[in-house]
T-cell receptor, first 113, second 116 residues
Framework: ELKVEQNPLFLSMQEGKNYTIYCNYSTTSDRLYWYRQDPGKSLESLFVLLSNGAVKQEGRLMASLDTKARLSTLHITAAVHDLSATYFCAVDGEETSGSRLTFGEGTQLTVNP | DTGVSQDPRHKITKRGQNVTFRCDPISEHNRLYWYRQTLGQGPEFLTYFQNEAQLEKSRLLSDRFSAERPKGSFSTLEIQRTEQGDSAMYLC??????????????FGQGTRLTVV
């Protein structure tokens, strides 16, 4: 059974600081996704990482994928309050390619002024 | 097309009643997914359709749950004889088969079900 683990689950940081969220998964995978969810809202797709060594950046967020270590990171640079949200990584397992995503528990990020 | 649309947004029902939710995917998307999300957790996969065919169902989907996608367009998720444990956000998502994704599947706003 595919498992996806994120850490930390809760992250409180000050504006202007940098931090990294980690996502480990338990099996080989075709694709790794990062989503953002604001309270009471649906999920917004941030990145999809398709291969080993893939790196994607948008604004203050940068995601990377190491398929050998089965690890993805979401790096936050110079955080601002607007980044406060819950971030999920999700894996499209090789056995279920294109059919279902297995999500981590999410990292609840709070950026304080 | 403004995205994935779900109806209703909120539903409160008494235990034992049946409920039905609707999802309208992005029009050119041939894949449609249902997920369930409880407070503080990530979404859990329930089932998915490719066009009108239901191709996979999670073990989470008990016999009280049924989903349809007639004509490969909108989908409905019905829960019969609701239980308090069914209280959750039900999310619908859609995507296109055969295209290298630049983004993940597009999610709707969800239907929040409360069983009292």
């Amino acid at each position: 059974e595919l498992k996806v683990e994120q850490n930390p689950l809760f992250l409180s940081m000050q504006e202007g600081k940098n931090y990294t969220i980690y996502c480990n998964y338990s099996t080989t995978s075709d694709r790794l996704y990062w989503y953002r969810q604001d309270p009471g809202k649906s999920l917004e797709s941030l990145f999809v990482l398709l291969s080993n060594g893939a790196v994607k950046q948008e604004g203050r967020l940068m995601a990377s994928l190491d398929t050998k270590a089965r690890l993805s990171t979401l790096h936050i640079t110079a955080a601002v309050h607007d980044l406060s949200a819950t971030y999920f990584c999700a894996v499209d397992g090789e056995e279920t390619s294109g059919s279902r995503l297995t999500f981590g528990e999410g990292t609840q990020l709070t950026v304080n002024p | 097309d403004t995205g994935v649309s779900q109806d209703p947004r909120h539903k409160i029902t008494k235990r034992g009643q049946n409920v039905t939710f609707r999802c309208d995917p992005i029009s050119e998307h041939n894949r449609l997914y249902w997920y369930r999300q409880t407070l503080g957790q990530g979404p859990e996969f329930l089932t998915y359709f490719q066009n009108e065919a239901q191709l996979e169902k999670s073990r989470l989907l008990s016999d009280r749950f049924s989903a349809e996608r007639p004509k490969g367009s909108f989908s409905t998720l019905e829960i019969q004889r609701t239980e308090q444990g069914d209280s959750a956000m039900y999310l619908c998502a859609s995507s296109s088969l055969g295209r290298v994704p630049m983004r993940g599947a597009f999610f709707g706003q969800g239907t929040r079900l409360t069983v009292v």
